[in-house]
């Protein structure tokens, strides 16, 4: 049990500090999109919006290779489970700011986070 739940939880922290990185990042390229953002009011700047789902697959796709390094003999098994606990987390972050943002970054946000942490996972386990 303990060689499933450390990889889980270290994937996930990876995803984590790497989205926070990444949009300290964005912030700093674009601050009136995250003043907007953190005021409250409408995010709708399509090239910040783009660069946080490319950059949401990136973390999506290293978190799934980190798990399924840890995990190795379950790497199937950790990634999914690491998966889904973004995807719940991502859900409960997405309704919070559902006003905010437009539907065509919603959607893909979400979908893209259990098959991108699959195949990072998936490539590694070829290795």
Known sequence: ???????????????????????????????EAQEAFESGKELAEPLYLAGALAWSTICSFVAGRVTAR????SAKLAVLLMAS????????????????MPLWYHIPFLLLLIPICALGGRRQESN
């Open 70 to 73: 840890m995990a190795s003999k």
């Open 85 to 100: 606990l973004l995807l719940v987390t991502g859900i409960m972050v997405q309704v919070s700011v559902w006003e905010q």
């Open 1 to 31: 049990m303990f060689r499933l739940i450390v990889p889980v939880l270290l994937g996930y922290g990876v995803w984590t500090a790497l989205w926070l990185l990444g949009n300290f990042g964005l912030g700093s390229l674009y601050p």
